[in-house]
């Protein structure tokens, strides 16, 4: 199957420090790429749509300004996290799907972000 | 909007079977069944899906009532390393839906006992 990376797998910064987490699709192109969030104990909550070449699309209650998404190329989304916070501490995963197919969509392993 | 109702939490002993029952008595004529897994601190992993007929691959079987209102995920022999959350969503295929997110319920969690 197709194999969608995420970078860094696990992050511990000071709050009000910006972090970049990065979402590549390694053996495919995808033009849109999605971000979840996941608290606890919780289940997956889409944050946003990413899109290349474009704005990316927020969920109600998402913050854009506060995360900002890049999606520059047909492999590779960012999520950064700006002026990170105690309660932005959370696993944050991102996925995608092979263009222009009908293929499942793909999960990256996540990465945990814990704000100090 | 959860579109399925799955028990919080199961147990089952390891080399037995594991029967993980969803309920989506709402779920129309073109929609899947899909199921996927979340093992802890790790991304959501594709396990089956169909529309009625059973289906069966390398990993689970998939069990569709007739009128489609309930399905049981059939993990022939658990094994310690099936413990994770699973998911049971509803949803049309790739082919209908396009380029559109997963939305997660709470799923299952399945904790394998040795």
């Known amino acids: 199957g197709a194999v969608v990376s995420q970078h860094p797998s696990r992050v511990i910064c000071k709050s009000g420090t910006s972090v970049k987490i990065e979402c590549r699709s390694l053996?495919?192109?995808?033009?849109?790429m999605f971000w979840y969030r996941q608290f606890p104990k919780q289940s997956l909550m889409l944050m946003a749509t990413?899109?290349?070449?474009?704005?990316?699309?927020?969920e109600q209650g998402v913050e854009k300004d506060k995360f900002l998404i890049n999606h520059a190329s047909l492999t590779l989304s960012t999520l950064t996290v700006t002026s990170a916070h105690p309660e932005d501490s959370s696993f944050y995963i991102c996925?995608?799907?092979?263009?222009?197919?009908?293929?499942?969509?793909?999960f990256g392993s996540g990465t945990q972000l814990s704000v100090l | 909007d959860a579109k399925t109702t799955q028990p919080t939490s199961m147990d089952c002993a390891e080399g037995r079977a594991a029967n993980l029952p969803c309920n989506h008595s709402?779920?129309?004529?073109?929609?899947?069944v899909y199921w996927y897994r979340q093992i802890h601190s790790q991304g959501p992993q594709y396990i089956i899906h169909?529309?009625?007929n059973n289906e069966t691959n390398e990993m689970a079987s998939l069990i569709i009532t007739e009128d489609r209102k309930s399905s049981t995920l059939i993990l022939p022999h658990a094994t310690l390393r099936d413990t994770a959350v699973y998911y049971c969503?509803?949803?049309?295929?790739?082919?209908?839906?396009?380029?559109?997110?997963?939305?997660f319920g709470k799923g299952t969690r399945l904790s394998v006992i040795a």
């Open positions: 990413s899109n290349e070449g474009s704005k990316a699309t927020y």
């Open positions: 969503i509803v949803r049309l295929p790739e082919s209908y839906s396009g380029n559109t997110p997963l939305v």
């Open positions: 169909g529309l009625k």
């Open positions: 996925s995608a799907r092979r263009i222009a197919t009908n293929e499942k969509l793909f």
């Open positions: 709402t779920i129309s004529g073109n929609e899947y």
């Open positions: 053996d495919f192109q995808a033009t849109t």
